[in-house]
């Protein structure tokens, strides 16, 4: 008898009650119920993030108020804060090197002597550091060219073995206030351009290049 009773609720279980137990879950998961459960679970989220984000923001001003008030600038510079000297501008005393540069030509009579001319004469209360030189032969002339400062000559050259030369020193000659650098040439014979007219003098140039930058202030 009981095995009996036991076979009638199983087939029950089976034929009737599971059935109705799987459509009534089926009902229940409905899209309005998956997009509703969809938009609590954000709410939490974003009531999570809020209170987290304002809870950082507090602390952050407490830590602000109890340091004085004072905040830090992001990328800051001690050397840029108030109250600091001011930063010296190009060519002041302690401030960066400009640069500066200049020309002259220099033209000389056969057989004469040497002829001269100052190219760049140095401000007083200035230095000027001389980097570079250029010296140019465009007629093909034959003698001397010199270049010099008031301490002695940096360049000694003969013309008929260039047209264009440059220098370029990786150590820079210093020229104190109120020094001059020049171009001497002596000319022992003008040179003949091709398909051009014969020229009555040698011709030569000079281009000089640097920086220049004040003296330092004698303390005191």
């Not at 010199?146 to 020193?169: I, K, M, P």
């Amino acid at each position: 008898m009981a095995v009996l009773v036991a076979a009638a609720l199983v087939g029950l279980w089976y034929s009737v009650l599971r059935p109705a137990v799987r459509s009534a879950a089926r009902e229940a998961i409905t899209p309005e119920v998956v997009e509703s459960a969809a938009r609590q679970g954000d709410a939490d989220a974003n009531g999570g993030g809020n209170g987290k984000g304002q809870g950082a923001s507090g602390g952050g001003e407490g830590g602000a108020a109890g340091s004085g008030g004072a905040s830090a600038t992001p990328g800051g510079d001690a050397s840029s804060a108030p109250g600091d000297g001011a930063t010296a501008q190009p060519g002041e005393p302690g401030g960066p090197a400009v640069p500066k540069s200049a020309r002259v030509q220099v033209q000389a009579a056969v057989g004469g002597g040497a002829t001269r001319r100052t190219a760049y004469t140095v401000p007083k209360g200035k230095t000027f550091e001389l980097t570079d030189i250029v010296v140019q032969n465009p007629q093909g002339d034959a003698g001397t060219l010199v270049v010099a400062t008031d301490d002695g000559q940096l360049l000694n050259l003969a013309l008929e073995n260039f047209r264009d030369s440059d220098y370029h020193f990786v150590t820079p000659i210093e020229v104190p206030s109120g020094g001059r650098i020049t171009l001497a040439v002596s000319c022992r014979q003008v040179g003949k351009p091709v398909k051009a007219p014969a020229p009555s003098q040698c011709s030569e140039s000079l281009f000089l290049g640097g920086k220049i930058s004040a003296n330092a202030k004698a303390d005191g």
